[in-house]
């Protein structure tokens, strides 16, 4: 009996997506220190701070509390009141229960409203540099991501010129990140305001206001994209989390606010896939927005005063690396034109910004992003949310090797 051959393959949907490249970062670090090499990350999206205790409390009480069923699929009914309760003492969102959601972080909340919404060739607008996931996202669902770039000189923040002259019949959606990973780029009221003057004149346009990094502005005030123009309610979906704001990331917990509608098509997509996320996750988060909020006072000034040392040290790397200090979030986004055509010590030429942060982890041993896989070159993703010794070995590690690299 002959046997036939296998064909076996992945769905279309998978044949334009790419895997996150700040995981092939963080992989390639923990490659090295296998290995017994000493690498510094600053390709971590995620604050080193522990999980504060009470939280932490409130989730081992939790589970003696019998915390560990399934709850409802979008979280129990004492999380989403404090949802509810948290975006109405922050951001003046005046949410009810059936409009908010919780799930296995942001992450989920973002890629299961791209799949409820988007239809084969739908756009989504997306203001480059932008976080590394929300293009791929677009794709798998079927649609095709509209990329804006706007000025540097702006700090990259979309004008309301970009934005309209990007929308066509297939816009669906407008995807703000403010304050954005990688640039820290943070929206006045007014520019708020403008862009919304925009998305009125659409009818099929949504927006995507994704707020994760709302507490960690040091410049500047956050408002957010609803507060703004309330109006815009029936059309946003505000996004939020507790990776972030209260060092959570490991317990995946996510939440937002939108349209009932929408809402109830992302518990859908959870009924049928994940359920609830993890009960003892919801009770911790609860507990996060619930309670005492001081301490983030204390973790933002921590936090300036590193960005603030980063950037004098790195001030070294100039004109190789230059830098605008980023108003918001942990990441310094630096532009690295000035190293592009230099060649390293073993001769080998830097041709761009993905060719310097392999050298930066190779030979000053620190991880860090290239811009590329923020849609934007040549730039260097470096995050500055580690502790203050390592952060200053780092730094002045990325200033050594840079002064190393010569031009022919
Ligand atoms: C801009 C942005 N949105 C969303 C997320 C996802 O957050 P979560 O951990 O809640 O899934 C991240 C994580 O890096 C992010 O940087």
């Known amino acids: 009996m002959t046997t036939a051959p296998l064909d076996l393959r ?147 923040k979309i004008t309301p010129d970009e934005l309209a002259s990007r929308i066509t019949p297939r816009t669906r959606w407008l995807i703000l990140n403010a304050p954005c990973n990688p640039s820290g780029a943070l929206y006045t009221r007014d520019e708020l305001r403008a862009l919304a003057d925009i998305v009125r004149q659409h009818p099929r346009l949504m927006v995507l206001s994704d707020d994760i990094y709302e507490k960690i502005v040091y410049e500047g005030e956050f408002i957010s994209f609803v507060q703004a123009s309330p109006d815009m309610r029936e059309r946003t979906l505000t996004v939020n989390g507790v990776s972030k704001t209260y060092a959570m990331t490991g317990w995946r917990l996510g939440y937002a606010g939108g349209p009932a509608w929408l809402i109830k098509a992302l518990e859908l997509l959870q009924s049928q896939s994940t359920s609830n996320p993890s009960s003892v996750s919801q009770v911790a988060a609860a507990a996060a927005l619930d309670g005492p909020q001081e301490f983030l006072d204390v973790w933002r000034e921590r936090l300036r005063a590193r960005r603030d040392m980063a950037l004098s040290i790195l001030q070294g790397a100039a004109p190789l690396l230059t830098i605008t200090r980023p108003p918001a979030a942990f990441y310094l986004f630096a532009n690295c034109a000035g190293a592009i055509g230099t060649r390293t010590p073993k001769g080998e030429r830097i041709s761009t910004d993905s060719d310097l942060a392999r050298y930066l982890i190779e030979e000053a041993g620190v991880a860090v992003v290239p811009g590329t896989a923020f849609g934007l070159a040549p730039y260097l993703r470096l995050a500055f949310a580690l502790s203050d010794e390592r952060l200053k070995l780092a730094c002045e590690q990325i200033v050594a090797a840079c002064a190393l690299l010569t031009r022919d």
């Open 10 to 156: 992945l769905s279309d949907r998978l044949s334009t997506a790419s895997p996150s490249a700040t995981g092939a970062v963080s992989e390639l670090a923990r490659r090295l220190v296998s290995q017994g090499r000493s690498v510094i990350s600053l390709s971590e999206g995620e604050l080193d701070f522990d999980t504060p205790a009470h939280i932490q409390h409130a989730a081992i009480k939790g589970i003696v509390d019998g915390h560990t069923r399934y709850t409802g699929v979008g979280g129990s009914p004492a999380l989403k009141a404090a949802v509810v309760r948290k975006f109405a003492r922050d951001n003046g969102l005046d949410y009810t229960a059936s409009e908010v959601i919780a799930a296995t972080g942001a992450k989920q909340i973002l890629f299961n409203a791209m799949l409820a919404t988007i239809n084969p060739g739908d756009e989504a607008i997306i203001v480059a540099p932008y976080w590394v996931s929300y293009s791929e996202m677009v794709k798998i669902a079927g649609g095709e991501p509209v990329i804006v770039t706007p000025d540097a000189s702006r700090n990259f």
